[in-house]
């Protein structure tokens, strides 16, 4: 994206650096990494940084519109509304591709959006990882309101604790040994002291929660929630003492029914030069001419399961349940990163927190995805090198 800083970065690069890099991964988290991390972090200059920022605005102004809860009630499946649902989420996360306007300019275009976990903890500790090993130009940061590493894990452990000892507060998954993503609740962890409890040890007394480790019996007053109801549904013999729908004292972060509600079911209710137009696919009385350029999503589900990127008529005849389906305008990421290998696509998840009581979320950092592969993300890159992965760096 900055031609002088991306060649100065990919002559002084190193296959033995980058092995070294991964080494490290091996050394702070023994057998965490399960996922591909790319070779090069991505640098962003400012005019793109401003874009970015006020797409954000502009979604987090029609989020707040008074009549939200209303219109994203149908986004809630029958049977899986919890209780005790906050005015707004506690987490907002923002994901864009990253094109080129007519004019030549780089744009961010939102793909996707949620209001639920990200790995907060594992890409504060990626920022400060890439600049061991690589090389890093002056002026350039990951975090947002001029955080660095130290006041972005303190901000981030207030958040989640909430004045509460870290030890009451869960991050909670099912089977986190098993997931993709465990990195991320082992630097949790570590940064912030929040334990990781799986759903199955979760126990109830009453509207008590608690965990027992080594013995000890520790109640939980607030779930840093990382369940994916997805995930939920392809287990239907689980047996847990506690259900999401319980009515339970405990705050959430963030509160189940918002990972409904601010989804792919939000998009076609959004209005801006930085979000492509979305339809939900029951309320089109006629299909458009070009649908070429139109990608189909089932509105609930999770990491680009499901997501049909050729979409033709007789595809959308034969689906059933057509309300369960968005229409959505294809964004055409422009491989913004020249790599040794080739240009390389990119996708930038903008991170918020949304705190009790204040009154606008707050952006902290970021997380990158670099692709070659028609679709992006992690698991549709693997055969190919410089992608995966990844954090912007920023210029001030």
Request: net charge negative; with cysteine; charged share 25%.
């Amino acid at each position: 994206m900055i031609g002088n800083i991306r060649e100065t970065y990919n002559r002084h690069f190193h296959p033995n650096k980058y092995e070294a890099f991964l080494r490290q991964f091996e050394v702070d988290f023994p057998g965490q990494l399960d996922f591909r991390v790319a070779e090069t972090p991505v640098f962003v200059p400012g005019s793109l940084k401003e874009r970015l920022i006020a797409a954000g605005e502009q979604i987090i102004a029609q989020l707040m519109d008074p009549k939200f809860k209303e219109k994203t009630q149908r986004a809630i499946p029958p049977g899986q509304e919890a209780p005790n649902e906050d005015a707004h989420p506690s987490i907002l996360i923002l994901d864009y591709a990253i094109c080129r306007d007519e004019q030549g300019q780089l744009i961010p275009r939102l793909i996707e959006l949620q209001g639920f976990a990200s790995l907060f903890g594992y890409q504060g500790y990626l920022e400060r990882l890439y600049p061991r090993f690589f090389y890093h130009p002056e002026g350039f940061s990951a975090f947002f309101d001029d955080l660095n590493q130290e006041s972005y894990f303190q901000r981030l452990k207030d958040f989640f604790c909430g004045g509460l000892p870290p030890e009451q507060v869960a991050l909670m998954e099912i089977f986190p040994e098993k997931q993709k993503t465990r990195i991320d609740f082992a630097a949790t962890e570590r940064f912030t002291g929040i334990p990781t409890v799986c759903l199955t040890q979760v126990k109830k007394s009453g509207r008590t929660l608690y965990y027992e480790k080594s013995g000890k019996k520790t109640e939980i007053h607030r779930i840093y929630n990382r369940v994916i109801f997805d995930e939920l549904d392809t287990m239907p013999g689980l047996k847990t003492e506690f259900h999401l729908t319980d009515d339970v004292d405990v705050e959430w972060i963030a509160h189940p029914n918002w990972f409904f509600r601010v989804s792919k079911f939000t998009l076609p209710m959004l209005q801006s030069e930085y979000v492509p137009k979305s339809y939900y696919l029951h309320e089109l009385k006629a299909y458009p001419d070009n649908l070429d350029d139109y990608v189909l999503k089932p509105l609930f589900s999770f990491a680009g399961q499901g997501v049909r990127i050729h979409v033709t008529r007789e595809l959308l005849d034969e689906i059933p349940n057509k309300e369960n389906y968005l229409l959505q305008e294809k964004v055409h990421y422009h491989p913004v990163v020249l790599s040794p290998t080739g240009g390389v696509k990119v996708e930038l998840r903008m991170m918020y927190i949304w705190p009790k009581g204040q009154p606008r979320p707050e952006l902290l950092i970021n997380l990158g995805r670099m692709s070659k592969g028609e679709m992006v993300g992690v698991r549709y890159n693997a055969h190919f090198d410089w992608v995966g992965g990844t954090i912007a760096y920023f210029e001030k």
